[in-house]
């Protein structure tokens, strides 16, 4: 059973930074894509960043320039560090793990990222 942990969500003002970490723990096998994602209430679920495998990072446009993720193997723990943040940037933020010849889906239960104007 794969599980994915969020934190570092919280209230920040704008321009400020926050960083979030997602620490993944069971038995990953033939791992693909870890990313971030963020939901507003009823909209949908949007990919911020993702990174690969062999570390190929890709972003969207909403967020390029300002939001950097990165990984750390070894304690199996993905990172978005989110600079000059926007009260749009509000919402909750979701880690995602991708593993598998079929690219099975993980997600972890979301941090809630509020920004103020």
């Known amino acids: 059973q794969v599980q994915l942990v ?6 920040v003002q ?8 997602c620490v993944v723990s069971g038995s990953i096998f033939r791992l693909k894509t ?3 994602y ?3 209430p009823g909209k949908q679920r949007d990919l911020l ?6 570390d190929d ?5 909403a967020v390029k320039g300002r939001f950097t993720i990165s990984r ?7 990172y978005l560090q989110m600079n000059s943040l926007k009260p749009e940037d509000t919402a909750i933020y979701y880690c995602n793990l991708q593993m598998g010849v079929s690219y099975q889906d993980y997600w972890g239960q979301g941090t809630q990222v509020t920004v103020s104007s």
């Open 34 to 36: 870890m990313g971030w």
């Open 6 to 11: 969020e934190s570092g969500g919280g209230l």
């Open 57 to 61: 990072t890709t972003y969207a446009e």
């Open 38 to 40: 963020r939901q507003v």
């Open 14 to 21: 704008a321009g400020g930074s926050l960083r979030l970490s």
């Open 49 to 54: 960043a993702r990174i690969s495998s062999g």
């Open 72 to 78: 750390d193997s070894v304690k199996n723990t993905v």
